[in-house]
Every structure is written in structure tokens, then in C-alpha cells.
């Protein structure tokens, strides 16, 4: 089972079709492709801050390499440090550029595959007449705090675990 983030443009409604359309969902874990491949991975997803980044440190390790050659096999291993950290990041990276593009995280879904997280989400989503600017307000739900206070003790606290009286 995987878990999958939902995203749309803010002001989206269920009933909309084109809404539909441009809803995306993020699977979170790890991304194979950024790791082997992070400067594609970062194109083919149209993350252009992102690409700029990961360029910016792909040629300044590449220029330590070139300027500083006996740091060569620490710079390999910083390369493939990097390269494992945009794998591991992958998915907040593209959360956050979807963020600068005006998308806004409606629900997480999980399920086996993209397929399952859309039926999932669509069905639970055309069923319920709000925007989905509404709804990511709203989201995630909120309990209502409750008072815990005990009878007889002060609201002051001090230590790790205070007990009425003591």
C-alpha cells in the first residue's frame, strides 16, 4: 500500500470537470527516477526552481572535482549523498513547487496503485458539495481541545510530570 497526496488549483469543485482534470496526485516515498536521473526527474515534472537547485549543486561539485583533484572520491560520494537526499525528497519537492503553482493538498489517500488512490478520491470527492478551497481549509480536522485540569491543582507546571498536590 502506498500513500498519496491530492492536489488541485485553488477553487476547484467536485463538480467541475476540468477541475478533474487537473488534479494530481503525489505519491510519497522514495523516487527511483530522481535518484538515478535527478535533473530529468526535475524537468519531466516541470519543477524548474527545482532543476535550477539541483544543477546549481550538480556543477559545484563538479568544479571542486575539477579544482581540488585529490578530493575526487569524497566528491563521488558527496555526488551520490546529494543524488540519495533528491530520492528521498522527491515527493516534497514536487509537493512544494505545486504549492508555487497554486495548488492546494485536498486529502491523503492510500491504496495499491494511482489507480486505486483516484477512485478512491473521486468517489469521496464528487459525493460531497464542497469547493476544494473550502474543503483544504478545513483540512485536516480539528478536535476540540479539552480541559484537563485536575481539581485543587494550579495551572503552573513545573517538571516533567506534575501531580495535583505535589
Known amino acids: 500500500m502506498a ?4 492536489h488541485a488549483p485553488r477553487g476547484a469543485h467536485a463538480a467541475s470537470a476540468n477541475a478533474a482534470e487537473r488534479v494530481i496526485f503525489v505519491r ?3 523516487a527511483w527516477l530522481a535518484f538515478v536521473v535527478p535533473l530529468l526527474w526535475a524537468l519531466m515534472h516541470r519543477m524548474w526552481l527545482v532543476f535550477l537547485g539541483i544543477l ?3 556543477v559545484a561539485i563538479g568544479l571542486a572535482g575539477e579544482f581540488i583533484p585529490w578530493l575526487g572520491n569524497a566528491l563521488l560520494g558527496v555526488g551520490l549523498l546529494f543524488s540519495l537526499l533528491v530520492g528521498f525528497e522527491a515527493s516534497q519537492l514536487r509537493r512544494w513547487s505545486l504549492d508555487r503553482k497554486g495548488y492546494v493538498m485536498l486529502a491523503t489517500v492510500i ?3 494511482v489507480a486505486g488512490a483516484e477512485q478512491r478520491f473521486f468517489e469521496a470527492w464528487v459525493g460531497q458539495p464542497v469547493s476544494a478551497s473550502t474543503e483544504a481549509a478545513n483540512w485536516p480536522p480539528v478536535a476540540p481541545a479539552r480541559a484537563t485540569q485536575t481539581p485543587g491543582a494550579t495551572r503552573e507546571i513545573t517538571g516533567l510530570f506534575p501531580e495535583a498536590g505535589r
Do not use: E, L, M, R
Open 28 to 30: 510519497d516515498g522514495f
Open 56 to 58: 546549481a549543486v550538480s
Open 3 to 6: 500513500i498519496y497526496t491530492v
Open 111 to 113: 491504496a495499491d496503485n
